[in-house]
């Protein structure tokens, strides 16, 4: 059984940094393609990062590029989003995905982990 688990939210001032963790468990992380994910109050869940199970070629929303970096090591089978910059517009629940297919259809939700940005 596929688990992701998400770690490191919580609450930081506009222009500070936060570095999210996902630990995957059940499987080789090498399989999937993985991405973040977030939800802000009252808005529809929207896509952040992605990066491929192969190559490690990164995808970024416009809103995450040149301020979120993901990464991955699998042999700790965890994945990254380091978040710089931030602004009370990236208060979010933030969720991962692993996919074997199509990140933006993941086969698998962690649970997500509360980032809250003051201004």
């Known amino acids: 059984q596929v688990q992701l688990v998400e770690s490191g939210g919580g609450l930081v001032q506009a222009g500070g940094s936060l570095r999210l963790s996902c630990a995957l468990s059940g499987s080789t992380l090498r399989t999937y393609d993985m991405g973040w994910f977030r939800q802000a109050p009252g808005k529809e869940r929207e896509f952040a990062a992605a990066?491929?199970?192969?190559?490690?070629?990164?995808f970024y929303s416009d809103s995450a590029k040149g301020r979120f970096t993901i990464s991955r090591d699998n042999a700790k089978t965890t994945v990254y989003l380091q978040m710089n910059s931030l602004k009370p517009e990236d208060t979010a629940i933030y969720y991962c995905a692993a996919s074997t297919y199509s990140i933006y259809s993941p086969d698998y939700w962690g649970q997500g982990t509360q980032v809250s940005v003051s201004s």
């Open positions: 990066i491929s199970g192969r190559g490690g070629a990164t």
